[in-house]
């Protein structure tokens, strides 16, 4: 899950400037179960611009708002009252507001208007508990975690090292970060405990950073079907005149 915080008040009226008319969205997925996108908390926020003089031309919960199409119809659905704000605020994560930026500024009446994060993204997170966040994947490009029993040197070692404990851990915490025990100590007792640490006598090569070079894209292979066949049909047709 994508973890993000709430942006202070503050910081949210300062980028507002002098902006009078404001359109809040949200996201239903991610943003809502961190208490920072939902209904609920695009309310809070719209009492707080009420008490400064504010108004809010409409508010919506996207479904997602990391998915293009879904928040292209919703925007067409706010259409007018998208045209006459001076400003929006997204409360989702840097991909969401990202989205609703680009879509924004490709309708007619609406690509003056300057959409601004209304959240922090902090990382990609495990749930440990309610309302209780652990930062679990890096989105790195390739995942090592097939050898090193489950546990991510990726993420959770300071030093983000792939060959072992650096051997500066003191009472098992890490010398960098002393919050947290050493993740390569976990994964010597998580391989022994499933009878694999003979992966750790294996040298692994530097990570090819390559894999993790921004901005990405991945197209599923059923898209990429798809796509050949209609243009073998339009081919077709084509030849056919």
Known sequence: MIITEQKSGEDLFALLGSARRVV????????TICKTG????LLEFEKKLKTRGLEVSARCVLNPAC??????????????????ADAI?????????QTVAKLVGQMEHTFHIPVYPG???LFLGETTRAGEYVEACRACGRCELGWTGGICPVTCCAKGLLNGPCGGAKGRQCEVNADEECVWLRICDRLAAIGQLDNLLEIRPPRDYLKNVHPRRHVLESRRSADRLKEARAKEGQDAK
């Open 24 to 31: 809040l969205l949200g996201c239903s997925e991610c943003a």
């Open 38 to 41: 939902g209904t609920e908390q």
């Open 67 to 84: 998915n293009a199409q879904v928040v292209k119809k919703a925007l067409k659905g706010i259409r007018e009252e998208l045209a006459g």
């Open 89 to 97: 605020v997204s409360f989702s994560c840097g991909d969401g507001t």
């Open 119 to 121: 959240n922090d993204t």
